[in-house]
């Protein structure tokens, strides 16, 4: 069956622009993650969802970062006012059930912000 | 602060050799530990997962946990070229909603034909 996928795969901004970042996760996932990875580290946590409800965004940088999953499916990862600091890879990552230790990992996004 | 730290290599093996991976975290009450793989400009994927202390063995790879020491390791056995890649240790750490999932920076490793 298909994975999750991502979209746009590559993004380049210029700073103070806004962008937005899709997942699609596996049909049927209720645990929804994105990550953040810079070059040559980990993936850092950014945010969590079950179903629609965003149960943790400890992770989230800042307030000009927005995450939703409004019909409990497709998510979006919104950033405002990029900065450069903001370039990364954005990972979207599902699983299965609500407990879930298995994530099934998107392509990514990768934004550069100029 | 949840940590979980590895270190970054490179990690040069021969082929054919045994290749071993080590990753420490600091949360006492972690419950599951993961390793991945990652390929140069590629999303991560799981290759072992472990919950409770011992060895765990799938094909060429075993999983070690040790929670006492709260440590995690990685043998990759008969290494191959195609094994070279980054390994990331990650940690479950949830508690009341399930999910905390805390990666290390990863480890290069570099199996030489």
């Known amino acids: 069956g298909a994975g999750v996928s991502q979209s746009p795969r590559y993004k380049v901004a210029k700073r103070g622009q806004d962008v937005a970042l899709r997942c699609d996760p596996i049909?049927?996932?209720?645990?929804l993650f994105w990550y953040q990875q810079a070059l040559g580290q980990g993936p850092e946590f950014l945010t969590y969802?079950?179903?629609?409800?965003?149960?943790?965004k400890s992770g989230l940088p800042s307030d000009r970062f927005f995450a939703e999953r409004p019909e409990g499916s497709v998510s979006t990862l919104k950033i405002q006012r990029t900065q450069q600091e903001d370039s990364a890879v954005y990972l979207c990552?599902?699983?299965?059930?609500?407990?879930?230790?298995?994530?099934?990992f998107g392509p990514g996004t990768r934004l550069t912000v100029l | 602060q949840k940590e979980v730290e590895q270190n970054s290599g490179p990690l040069s093996v021969p082929e054919g050799a045994i290749a071993s991976l080590n990753c420490t975290y600091s949360?006492?009450?972690?419950?599951?530990f993961f390793w991945y793989r990652q390929y140069s400009g590629k999303s991560p994927e799981l290759i072992m997962s472990?919950?409770?202390?011992g060895d765990k063995e799938d094909g060429r790879f075993t999983a070690q946990l040790n929670k006492a020491s709260q440590y995690v390791s990685l043998l990759i056995r008969d290494s191959q070229p195609s094994d070279s890649a980054t390994y990331l240790c990650?940690?479950?750490?949830?508690?009341?909603?399930?999910?905390?999932?805390?990666f290390g920076p990863g480890t290069r490793l570099s199996v030489l034909p």
């Open positions: 049909s049927g996932h209720v645990s």
């Open positions: 472990i919950y409770s202390n």
């Open positions: 949360d006492r009450g972690s419950q599951s």
């Open positions: 990650a940690v479950n750490a949830g508690r009341d909603y399930g999910q905390n999932f805390v």
């Open positions: 969802f079950q179903n629609e409800a965003q149960l943790d």
């Open positions: 990552a599902s699983g299965v059930g609500t407990y879930t230790d298995t994530q099934y």
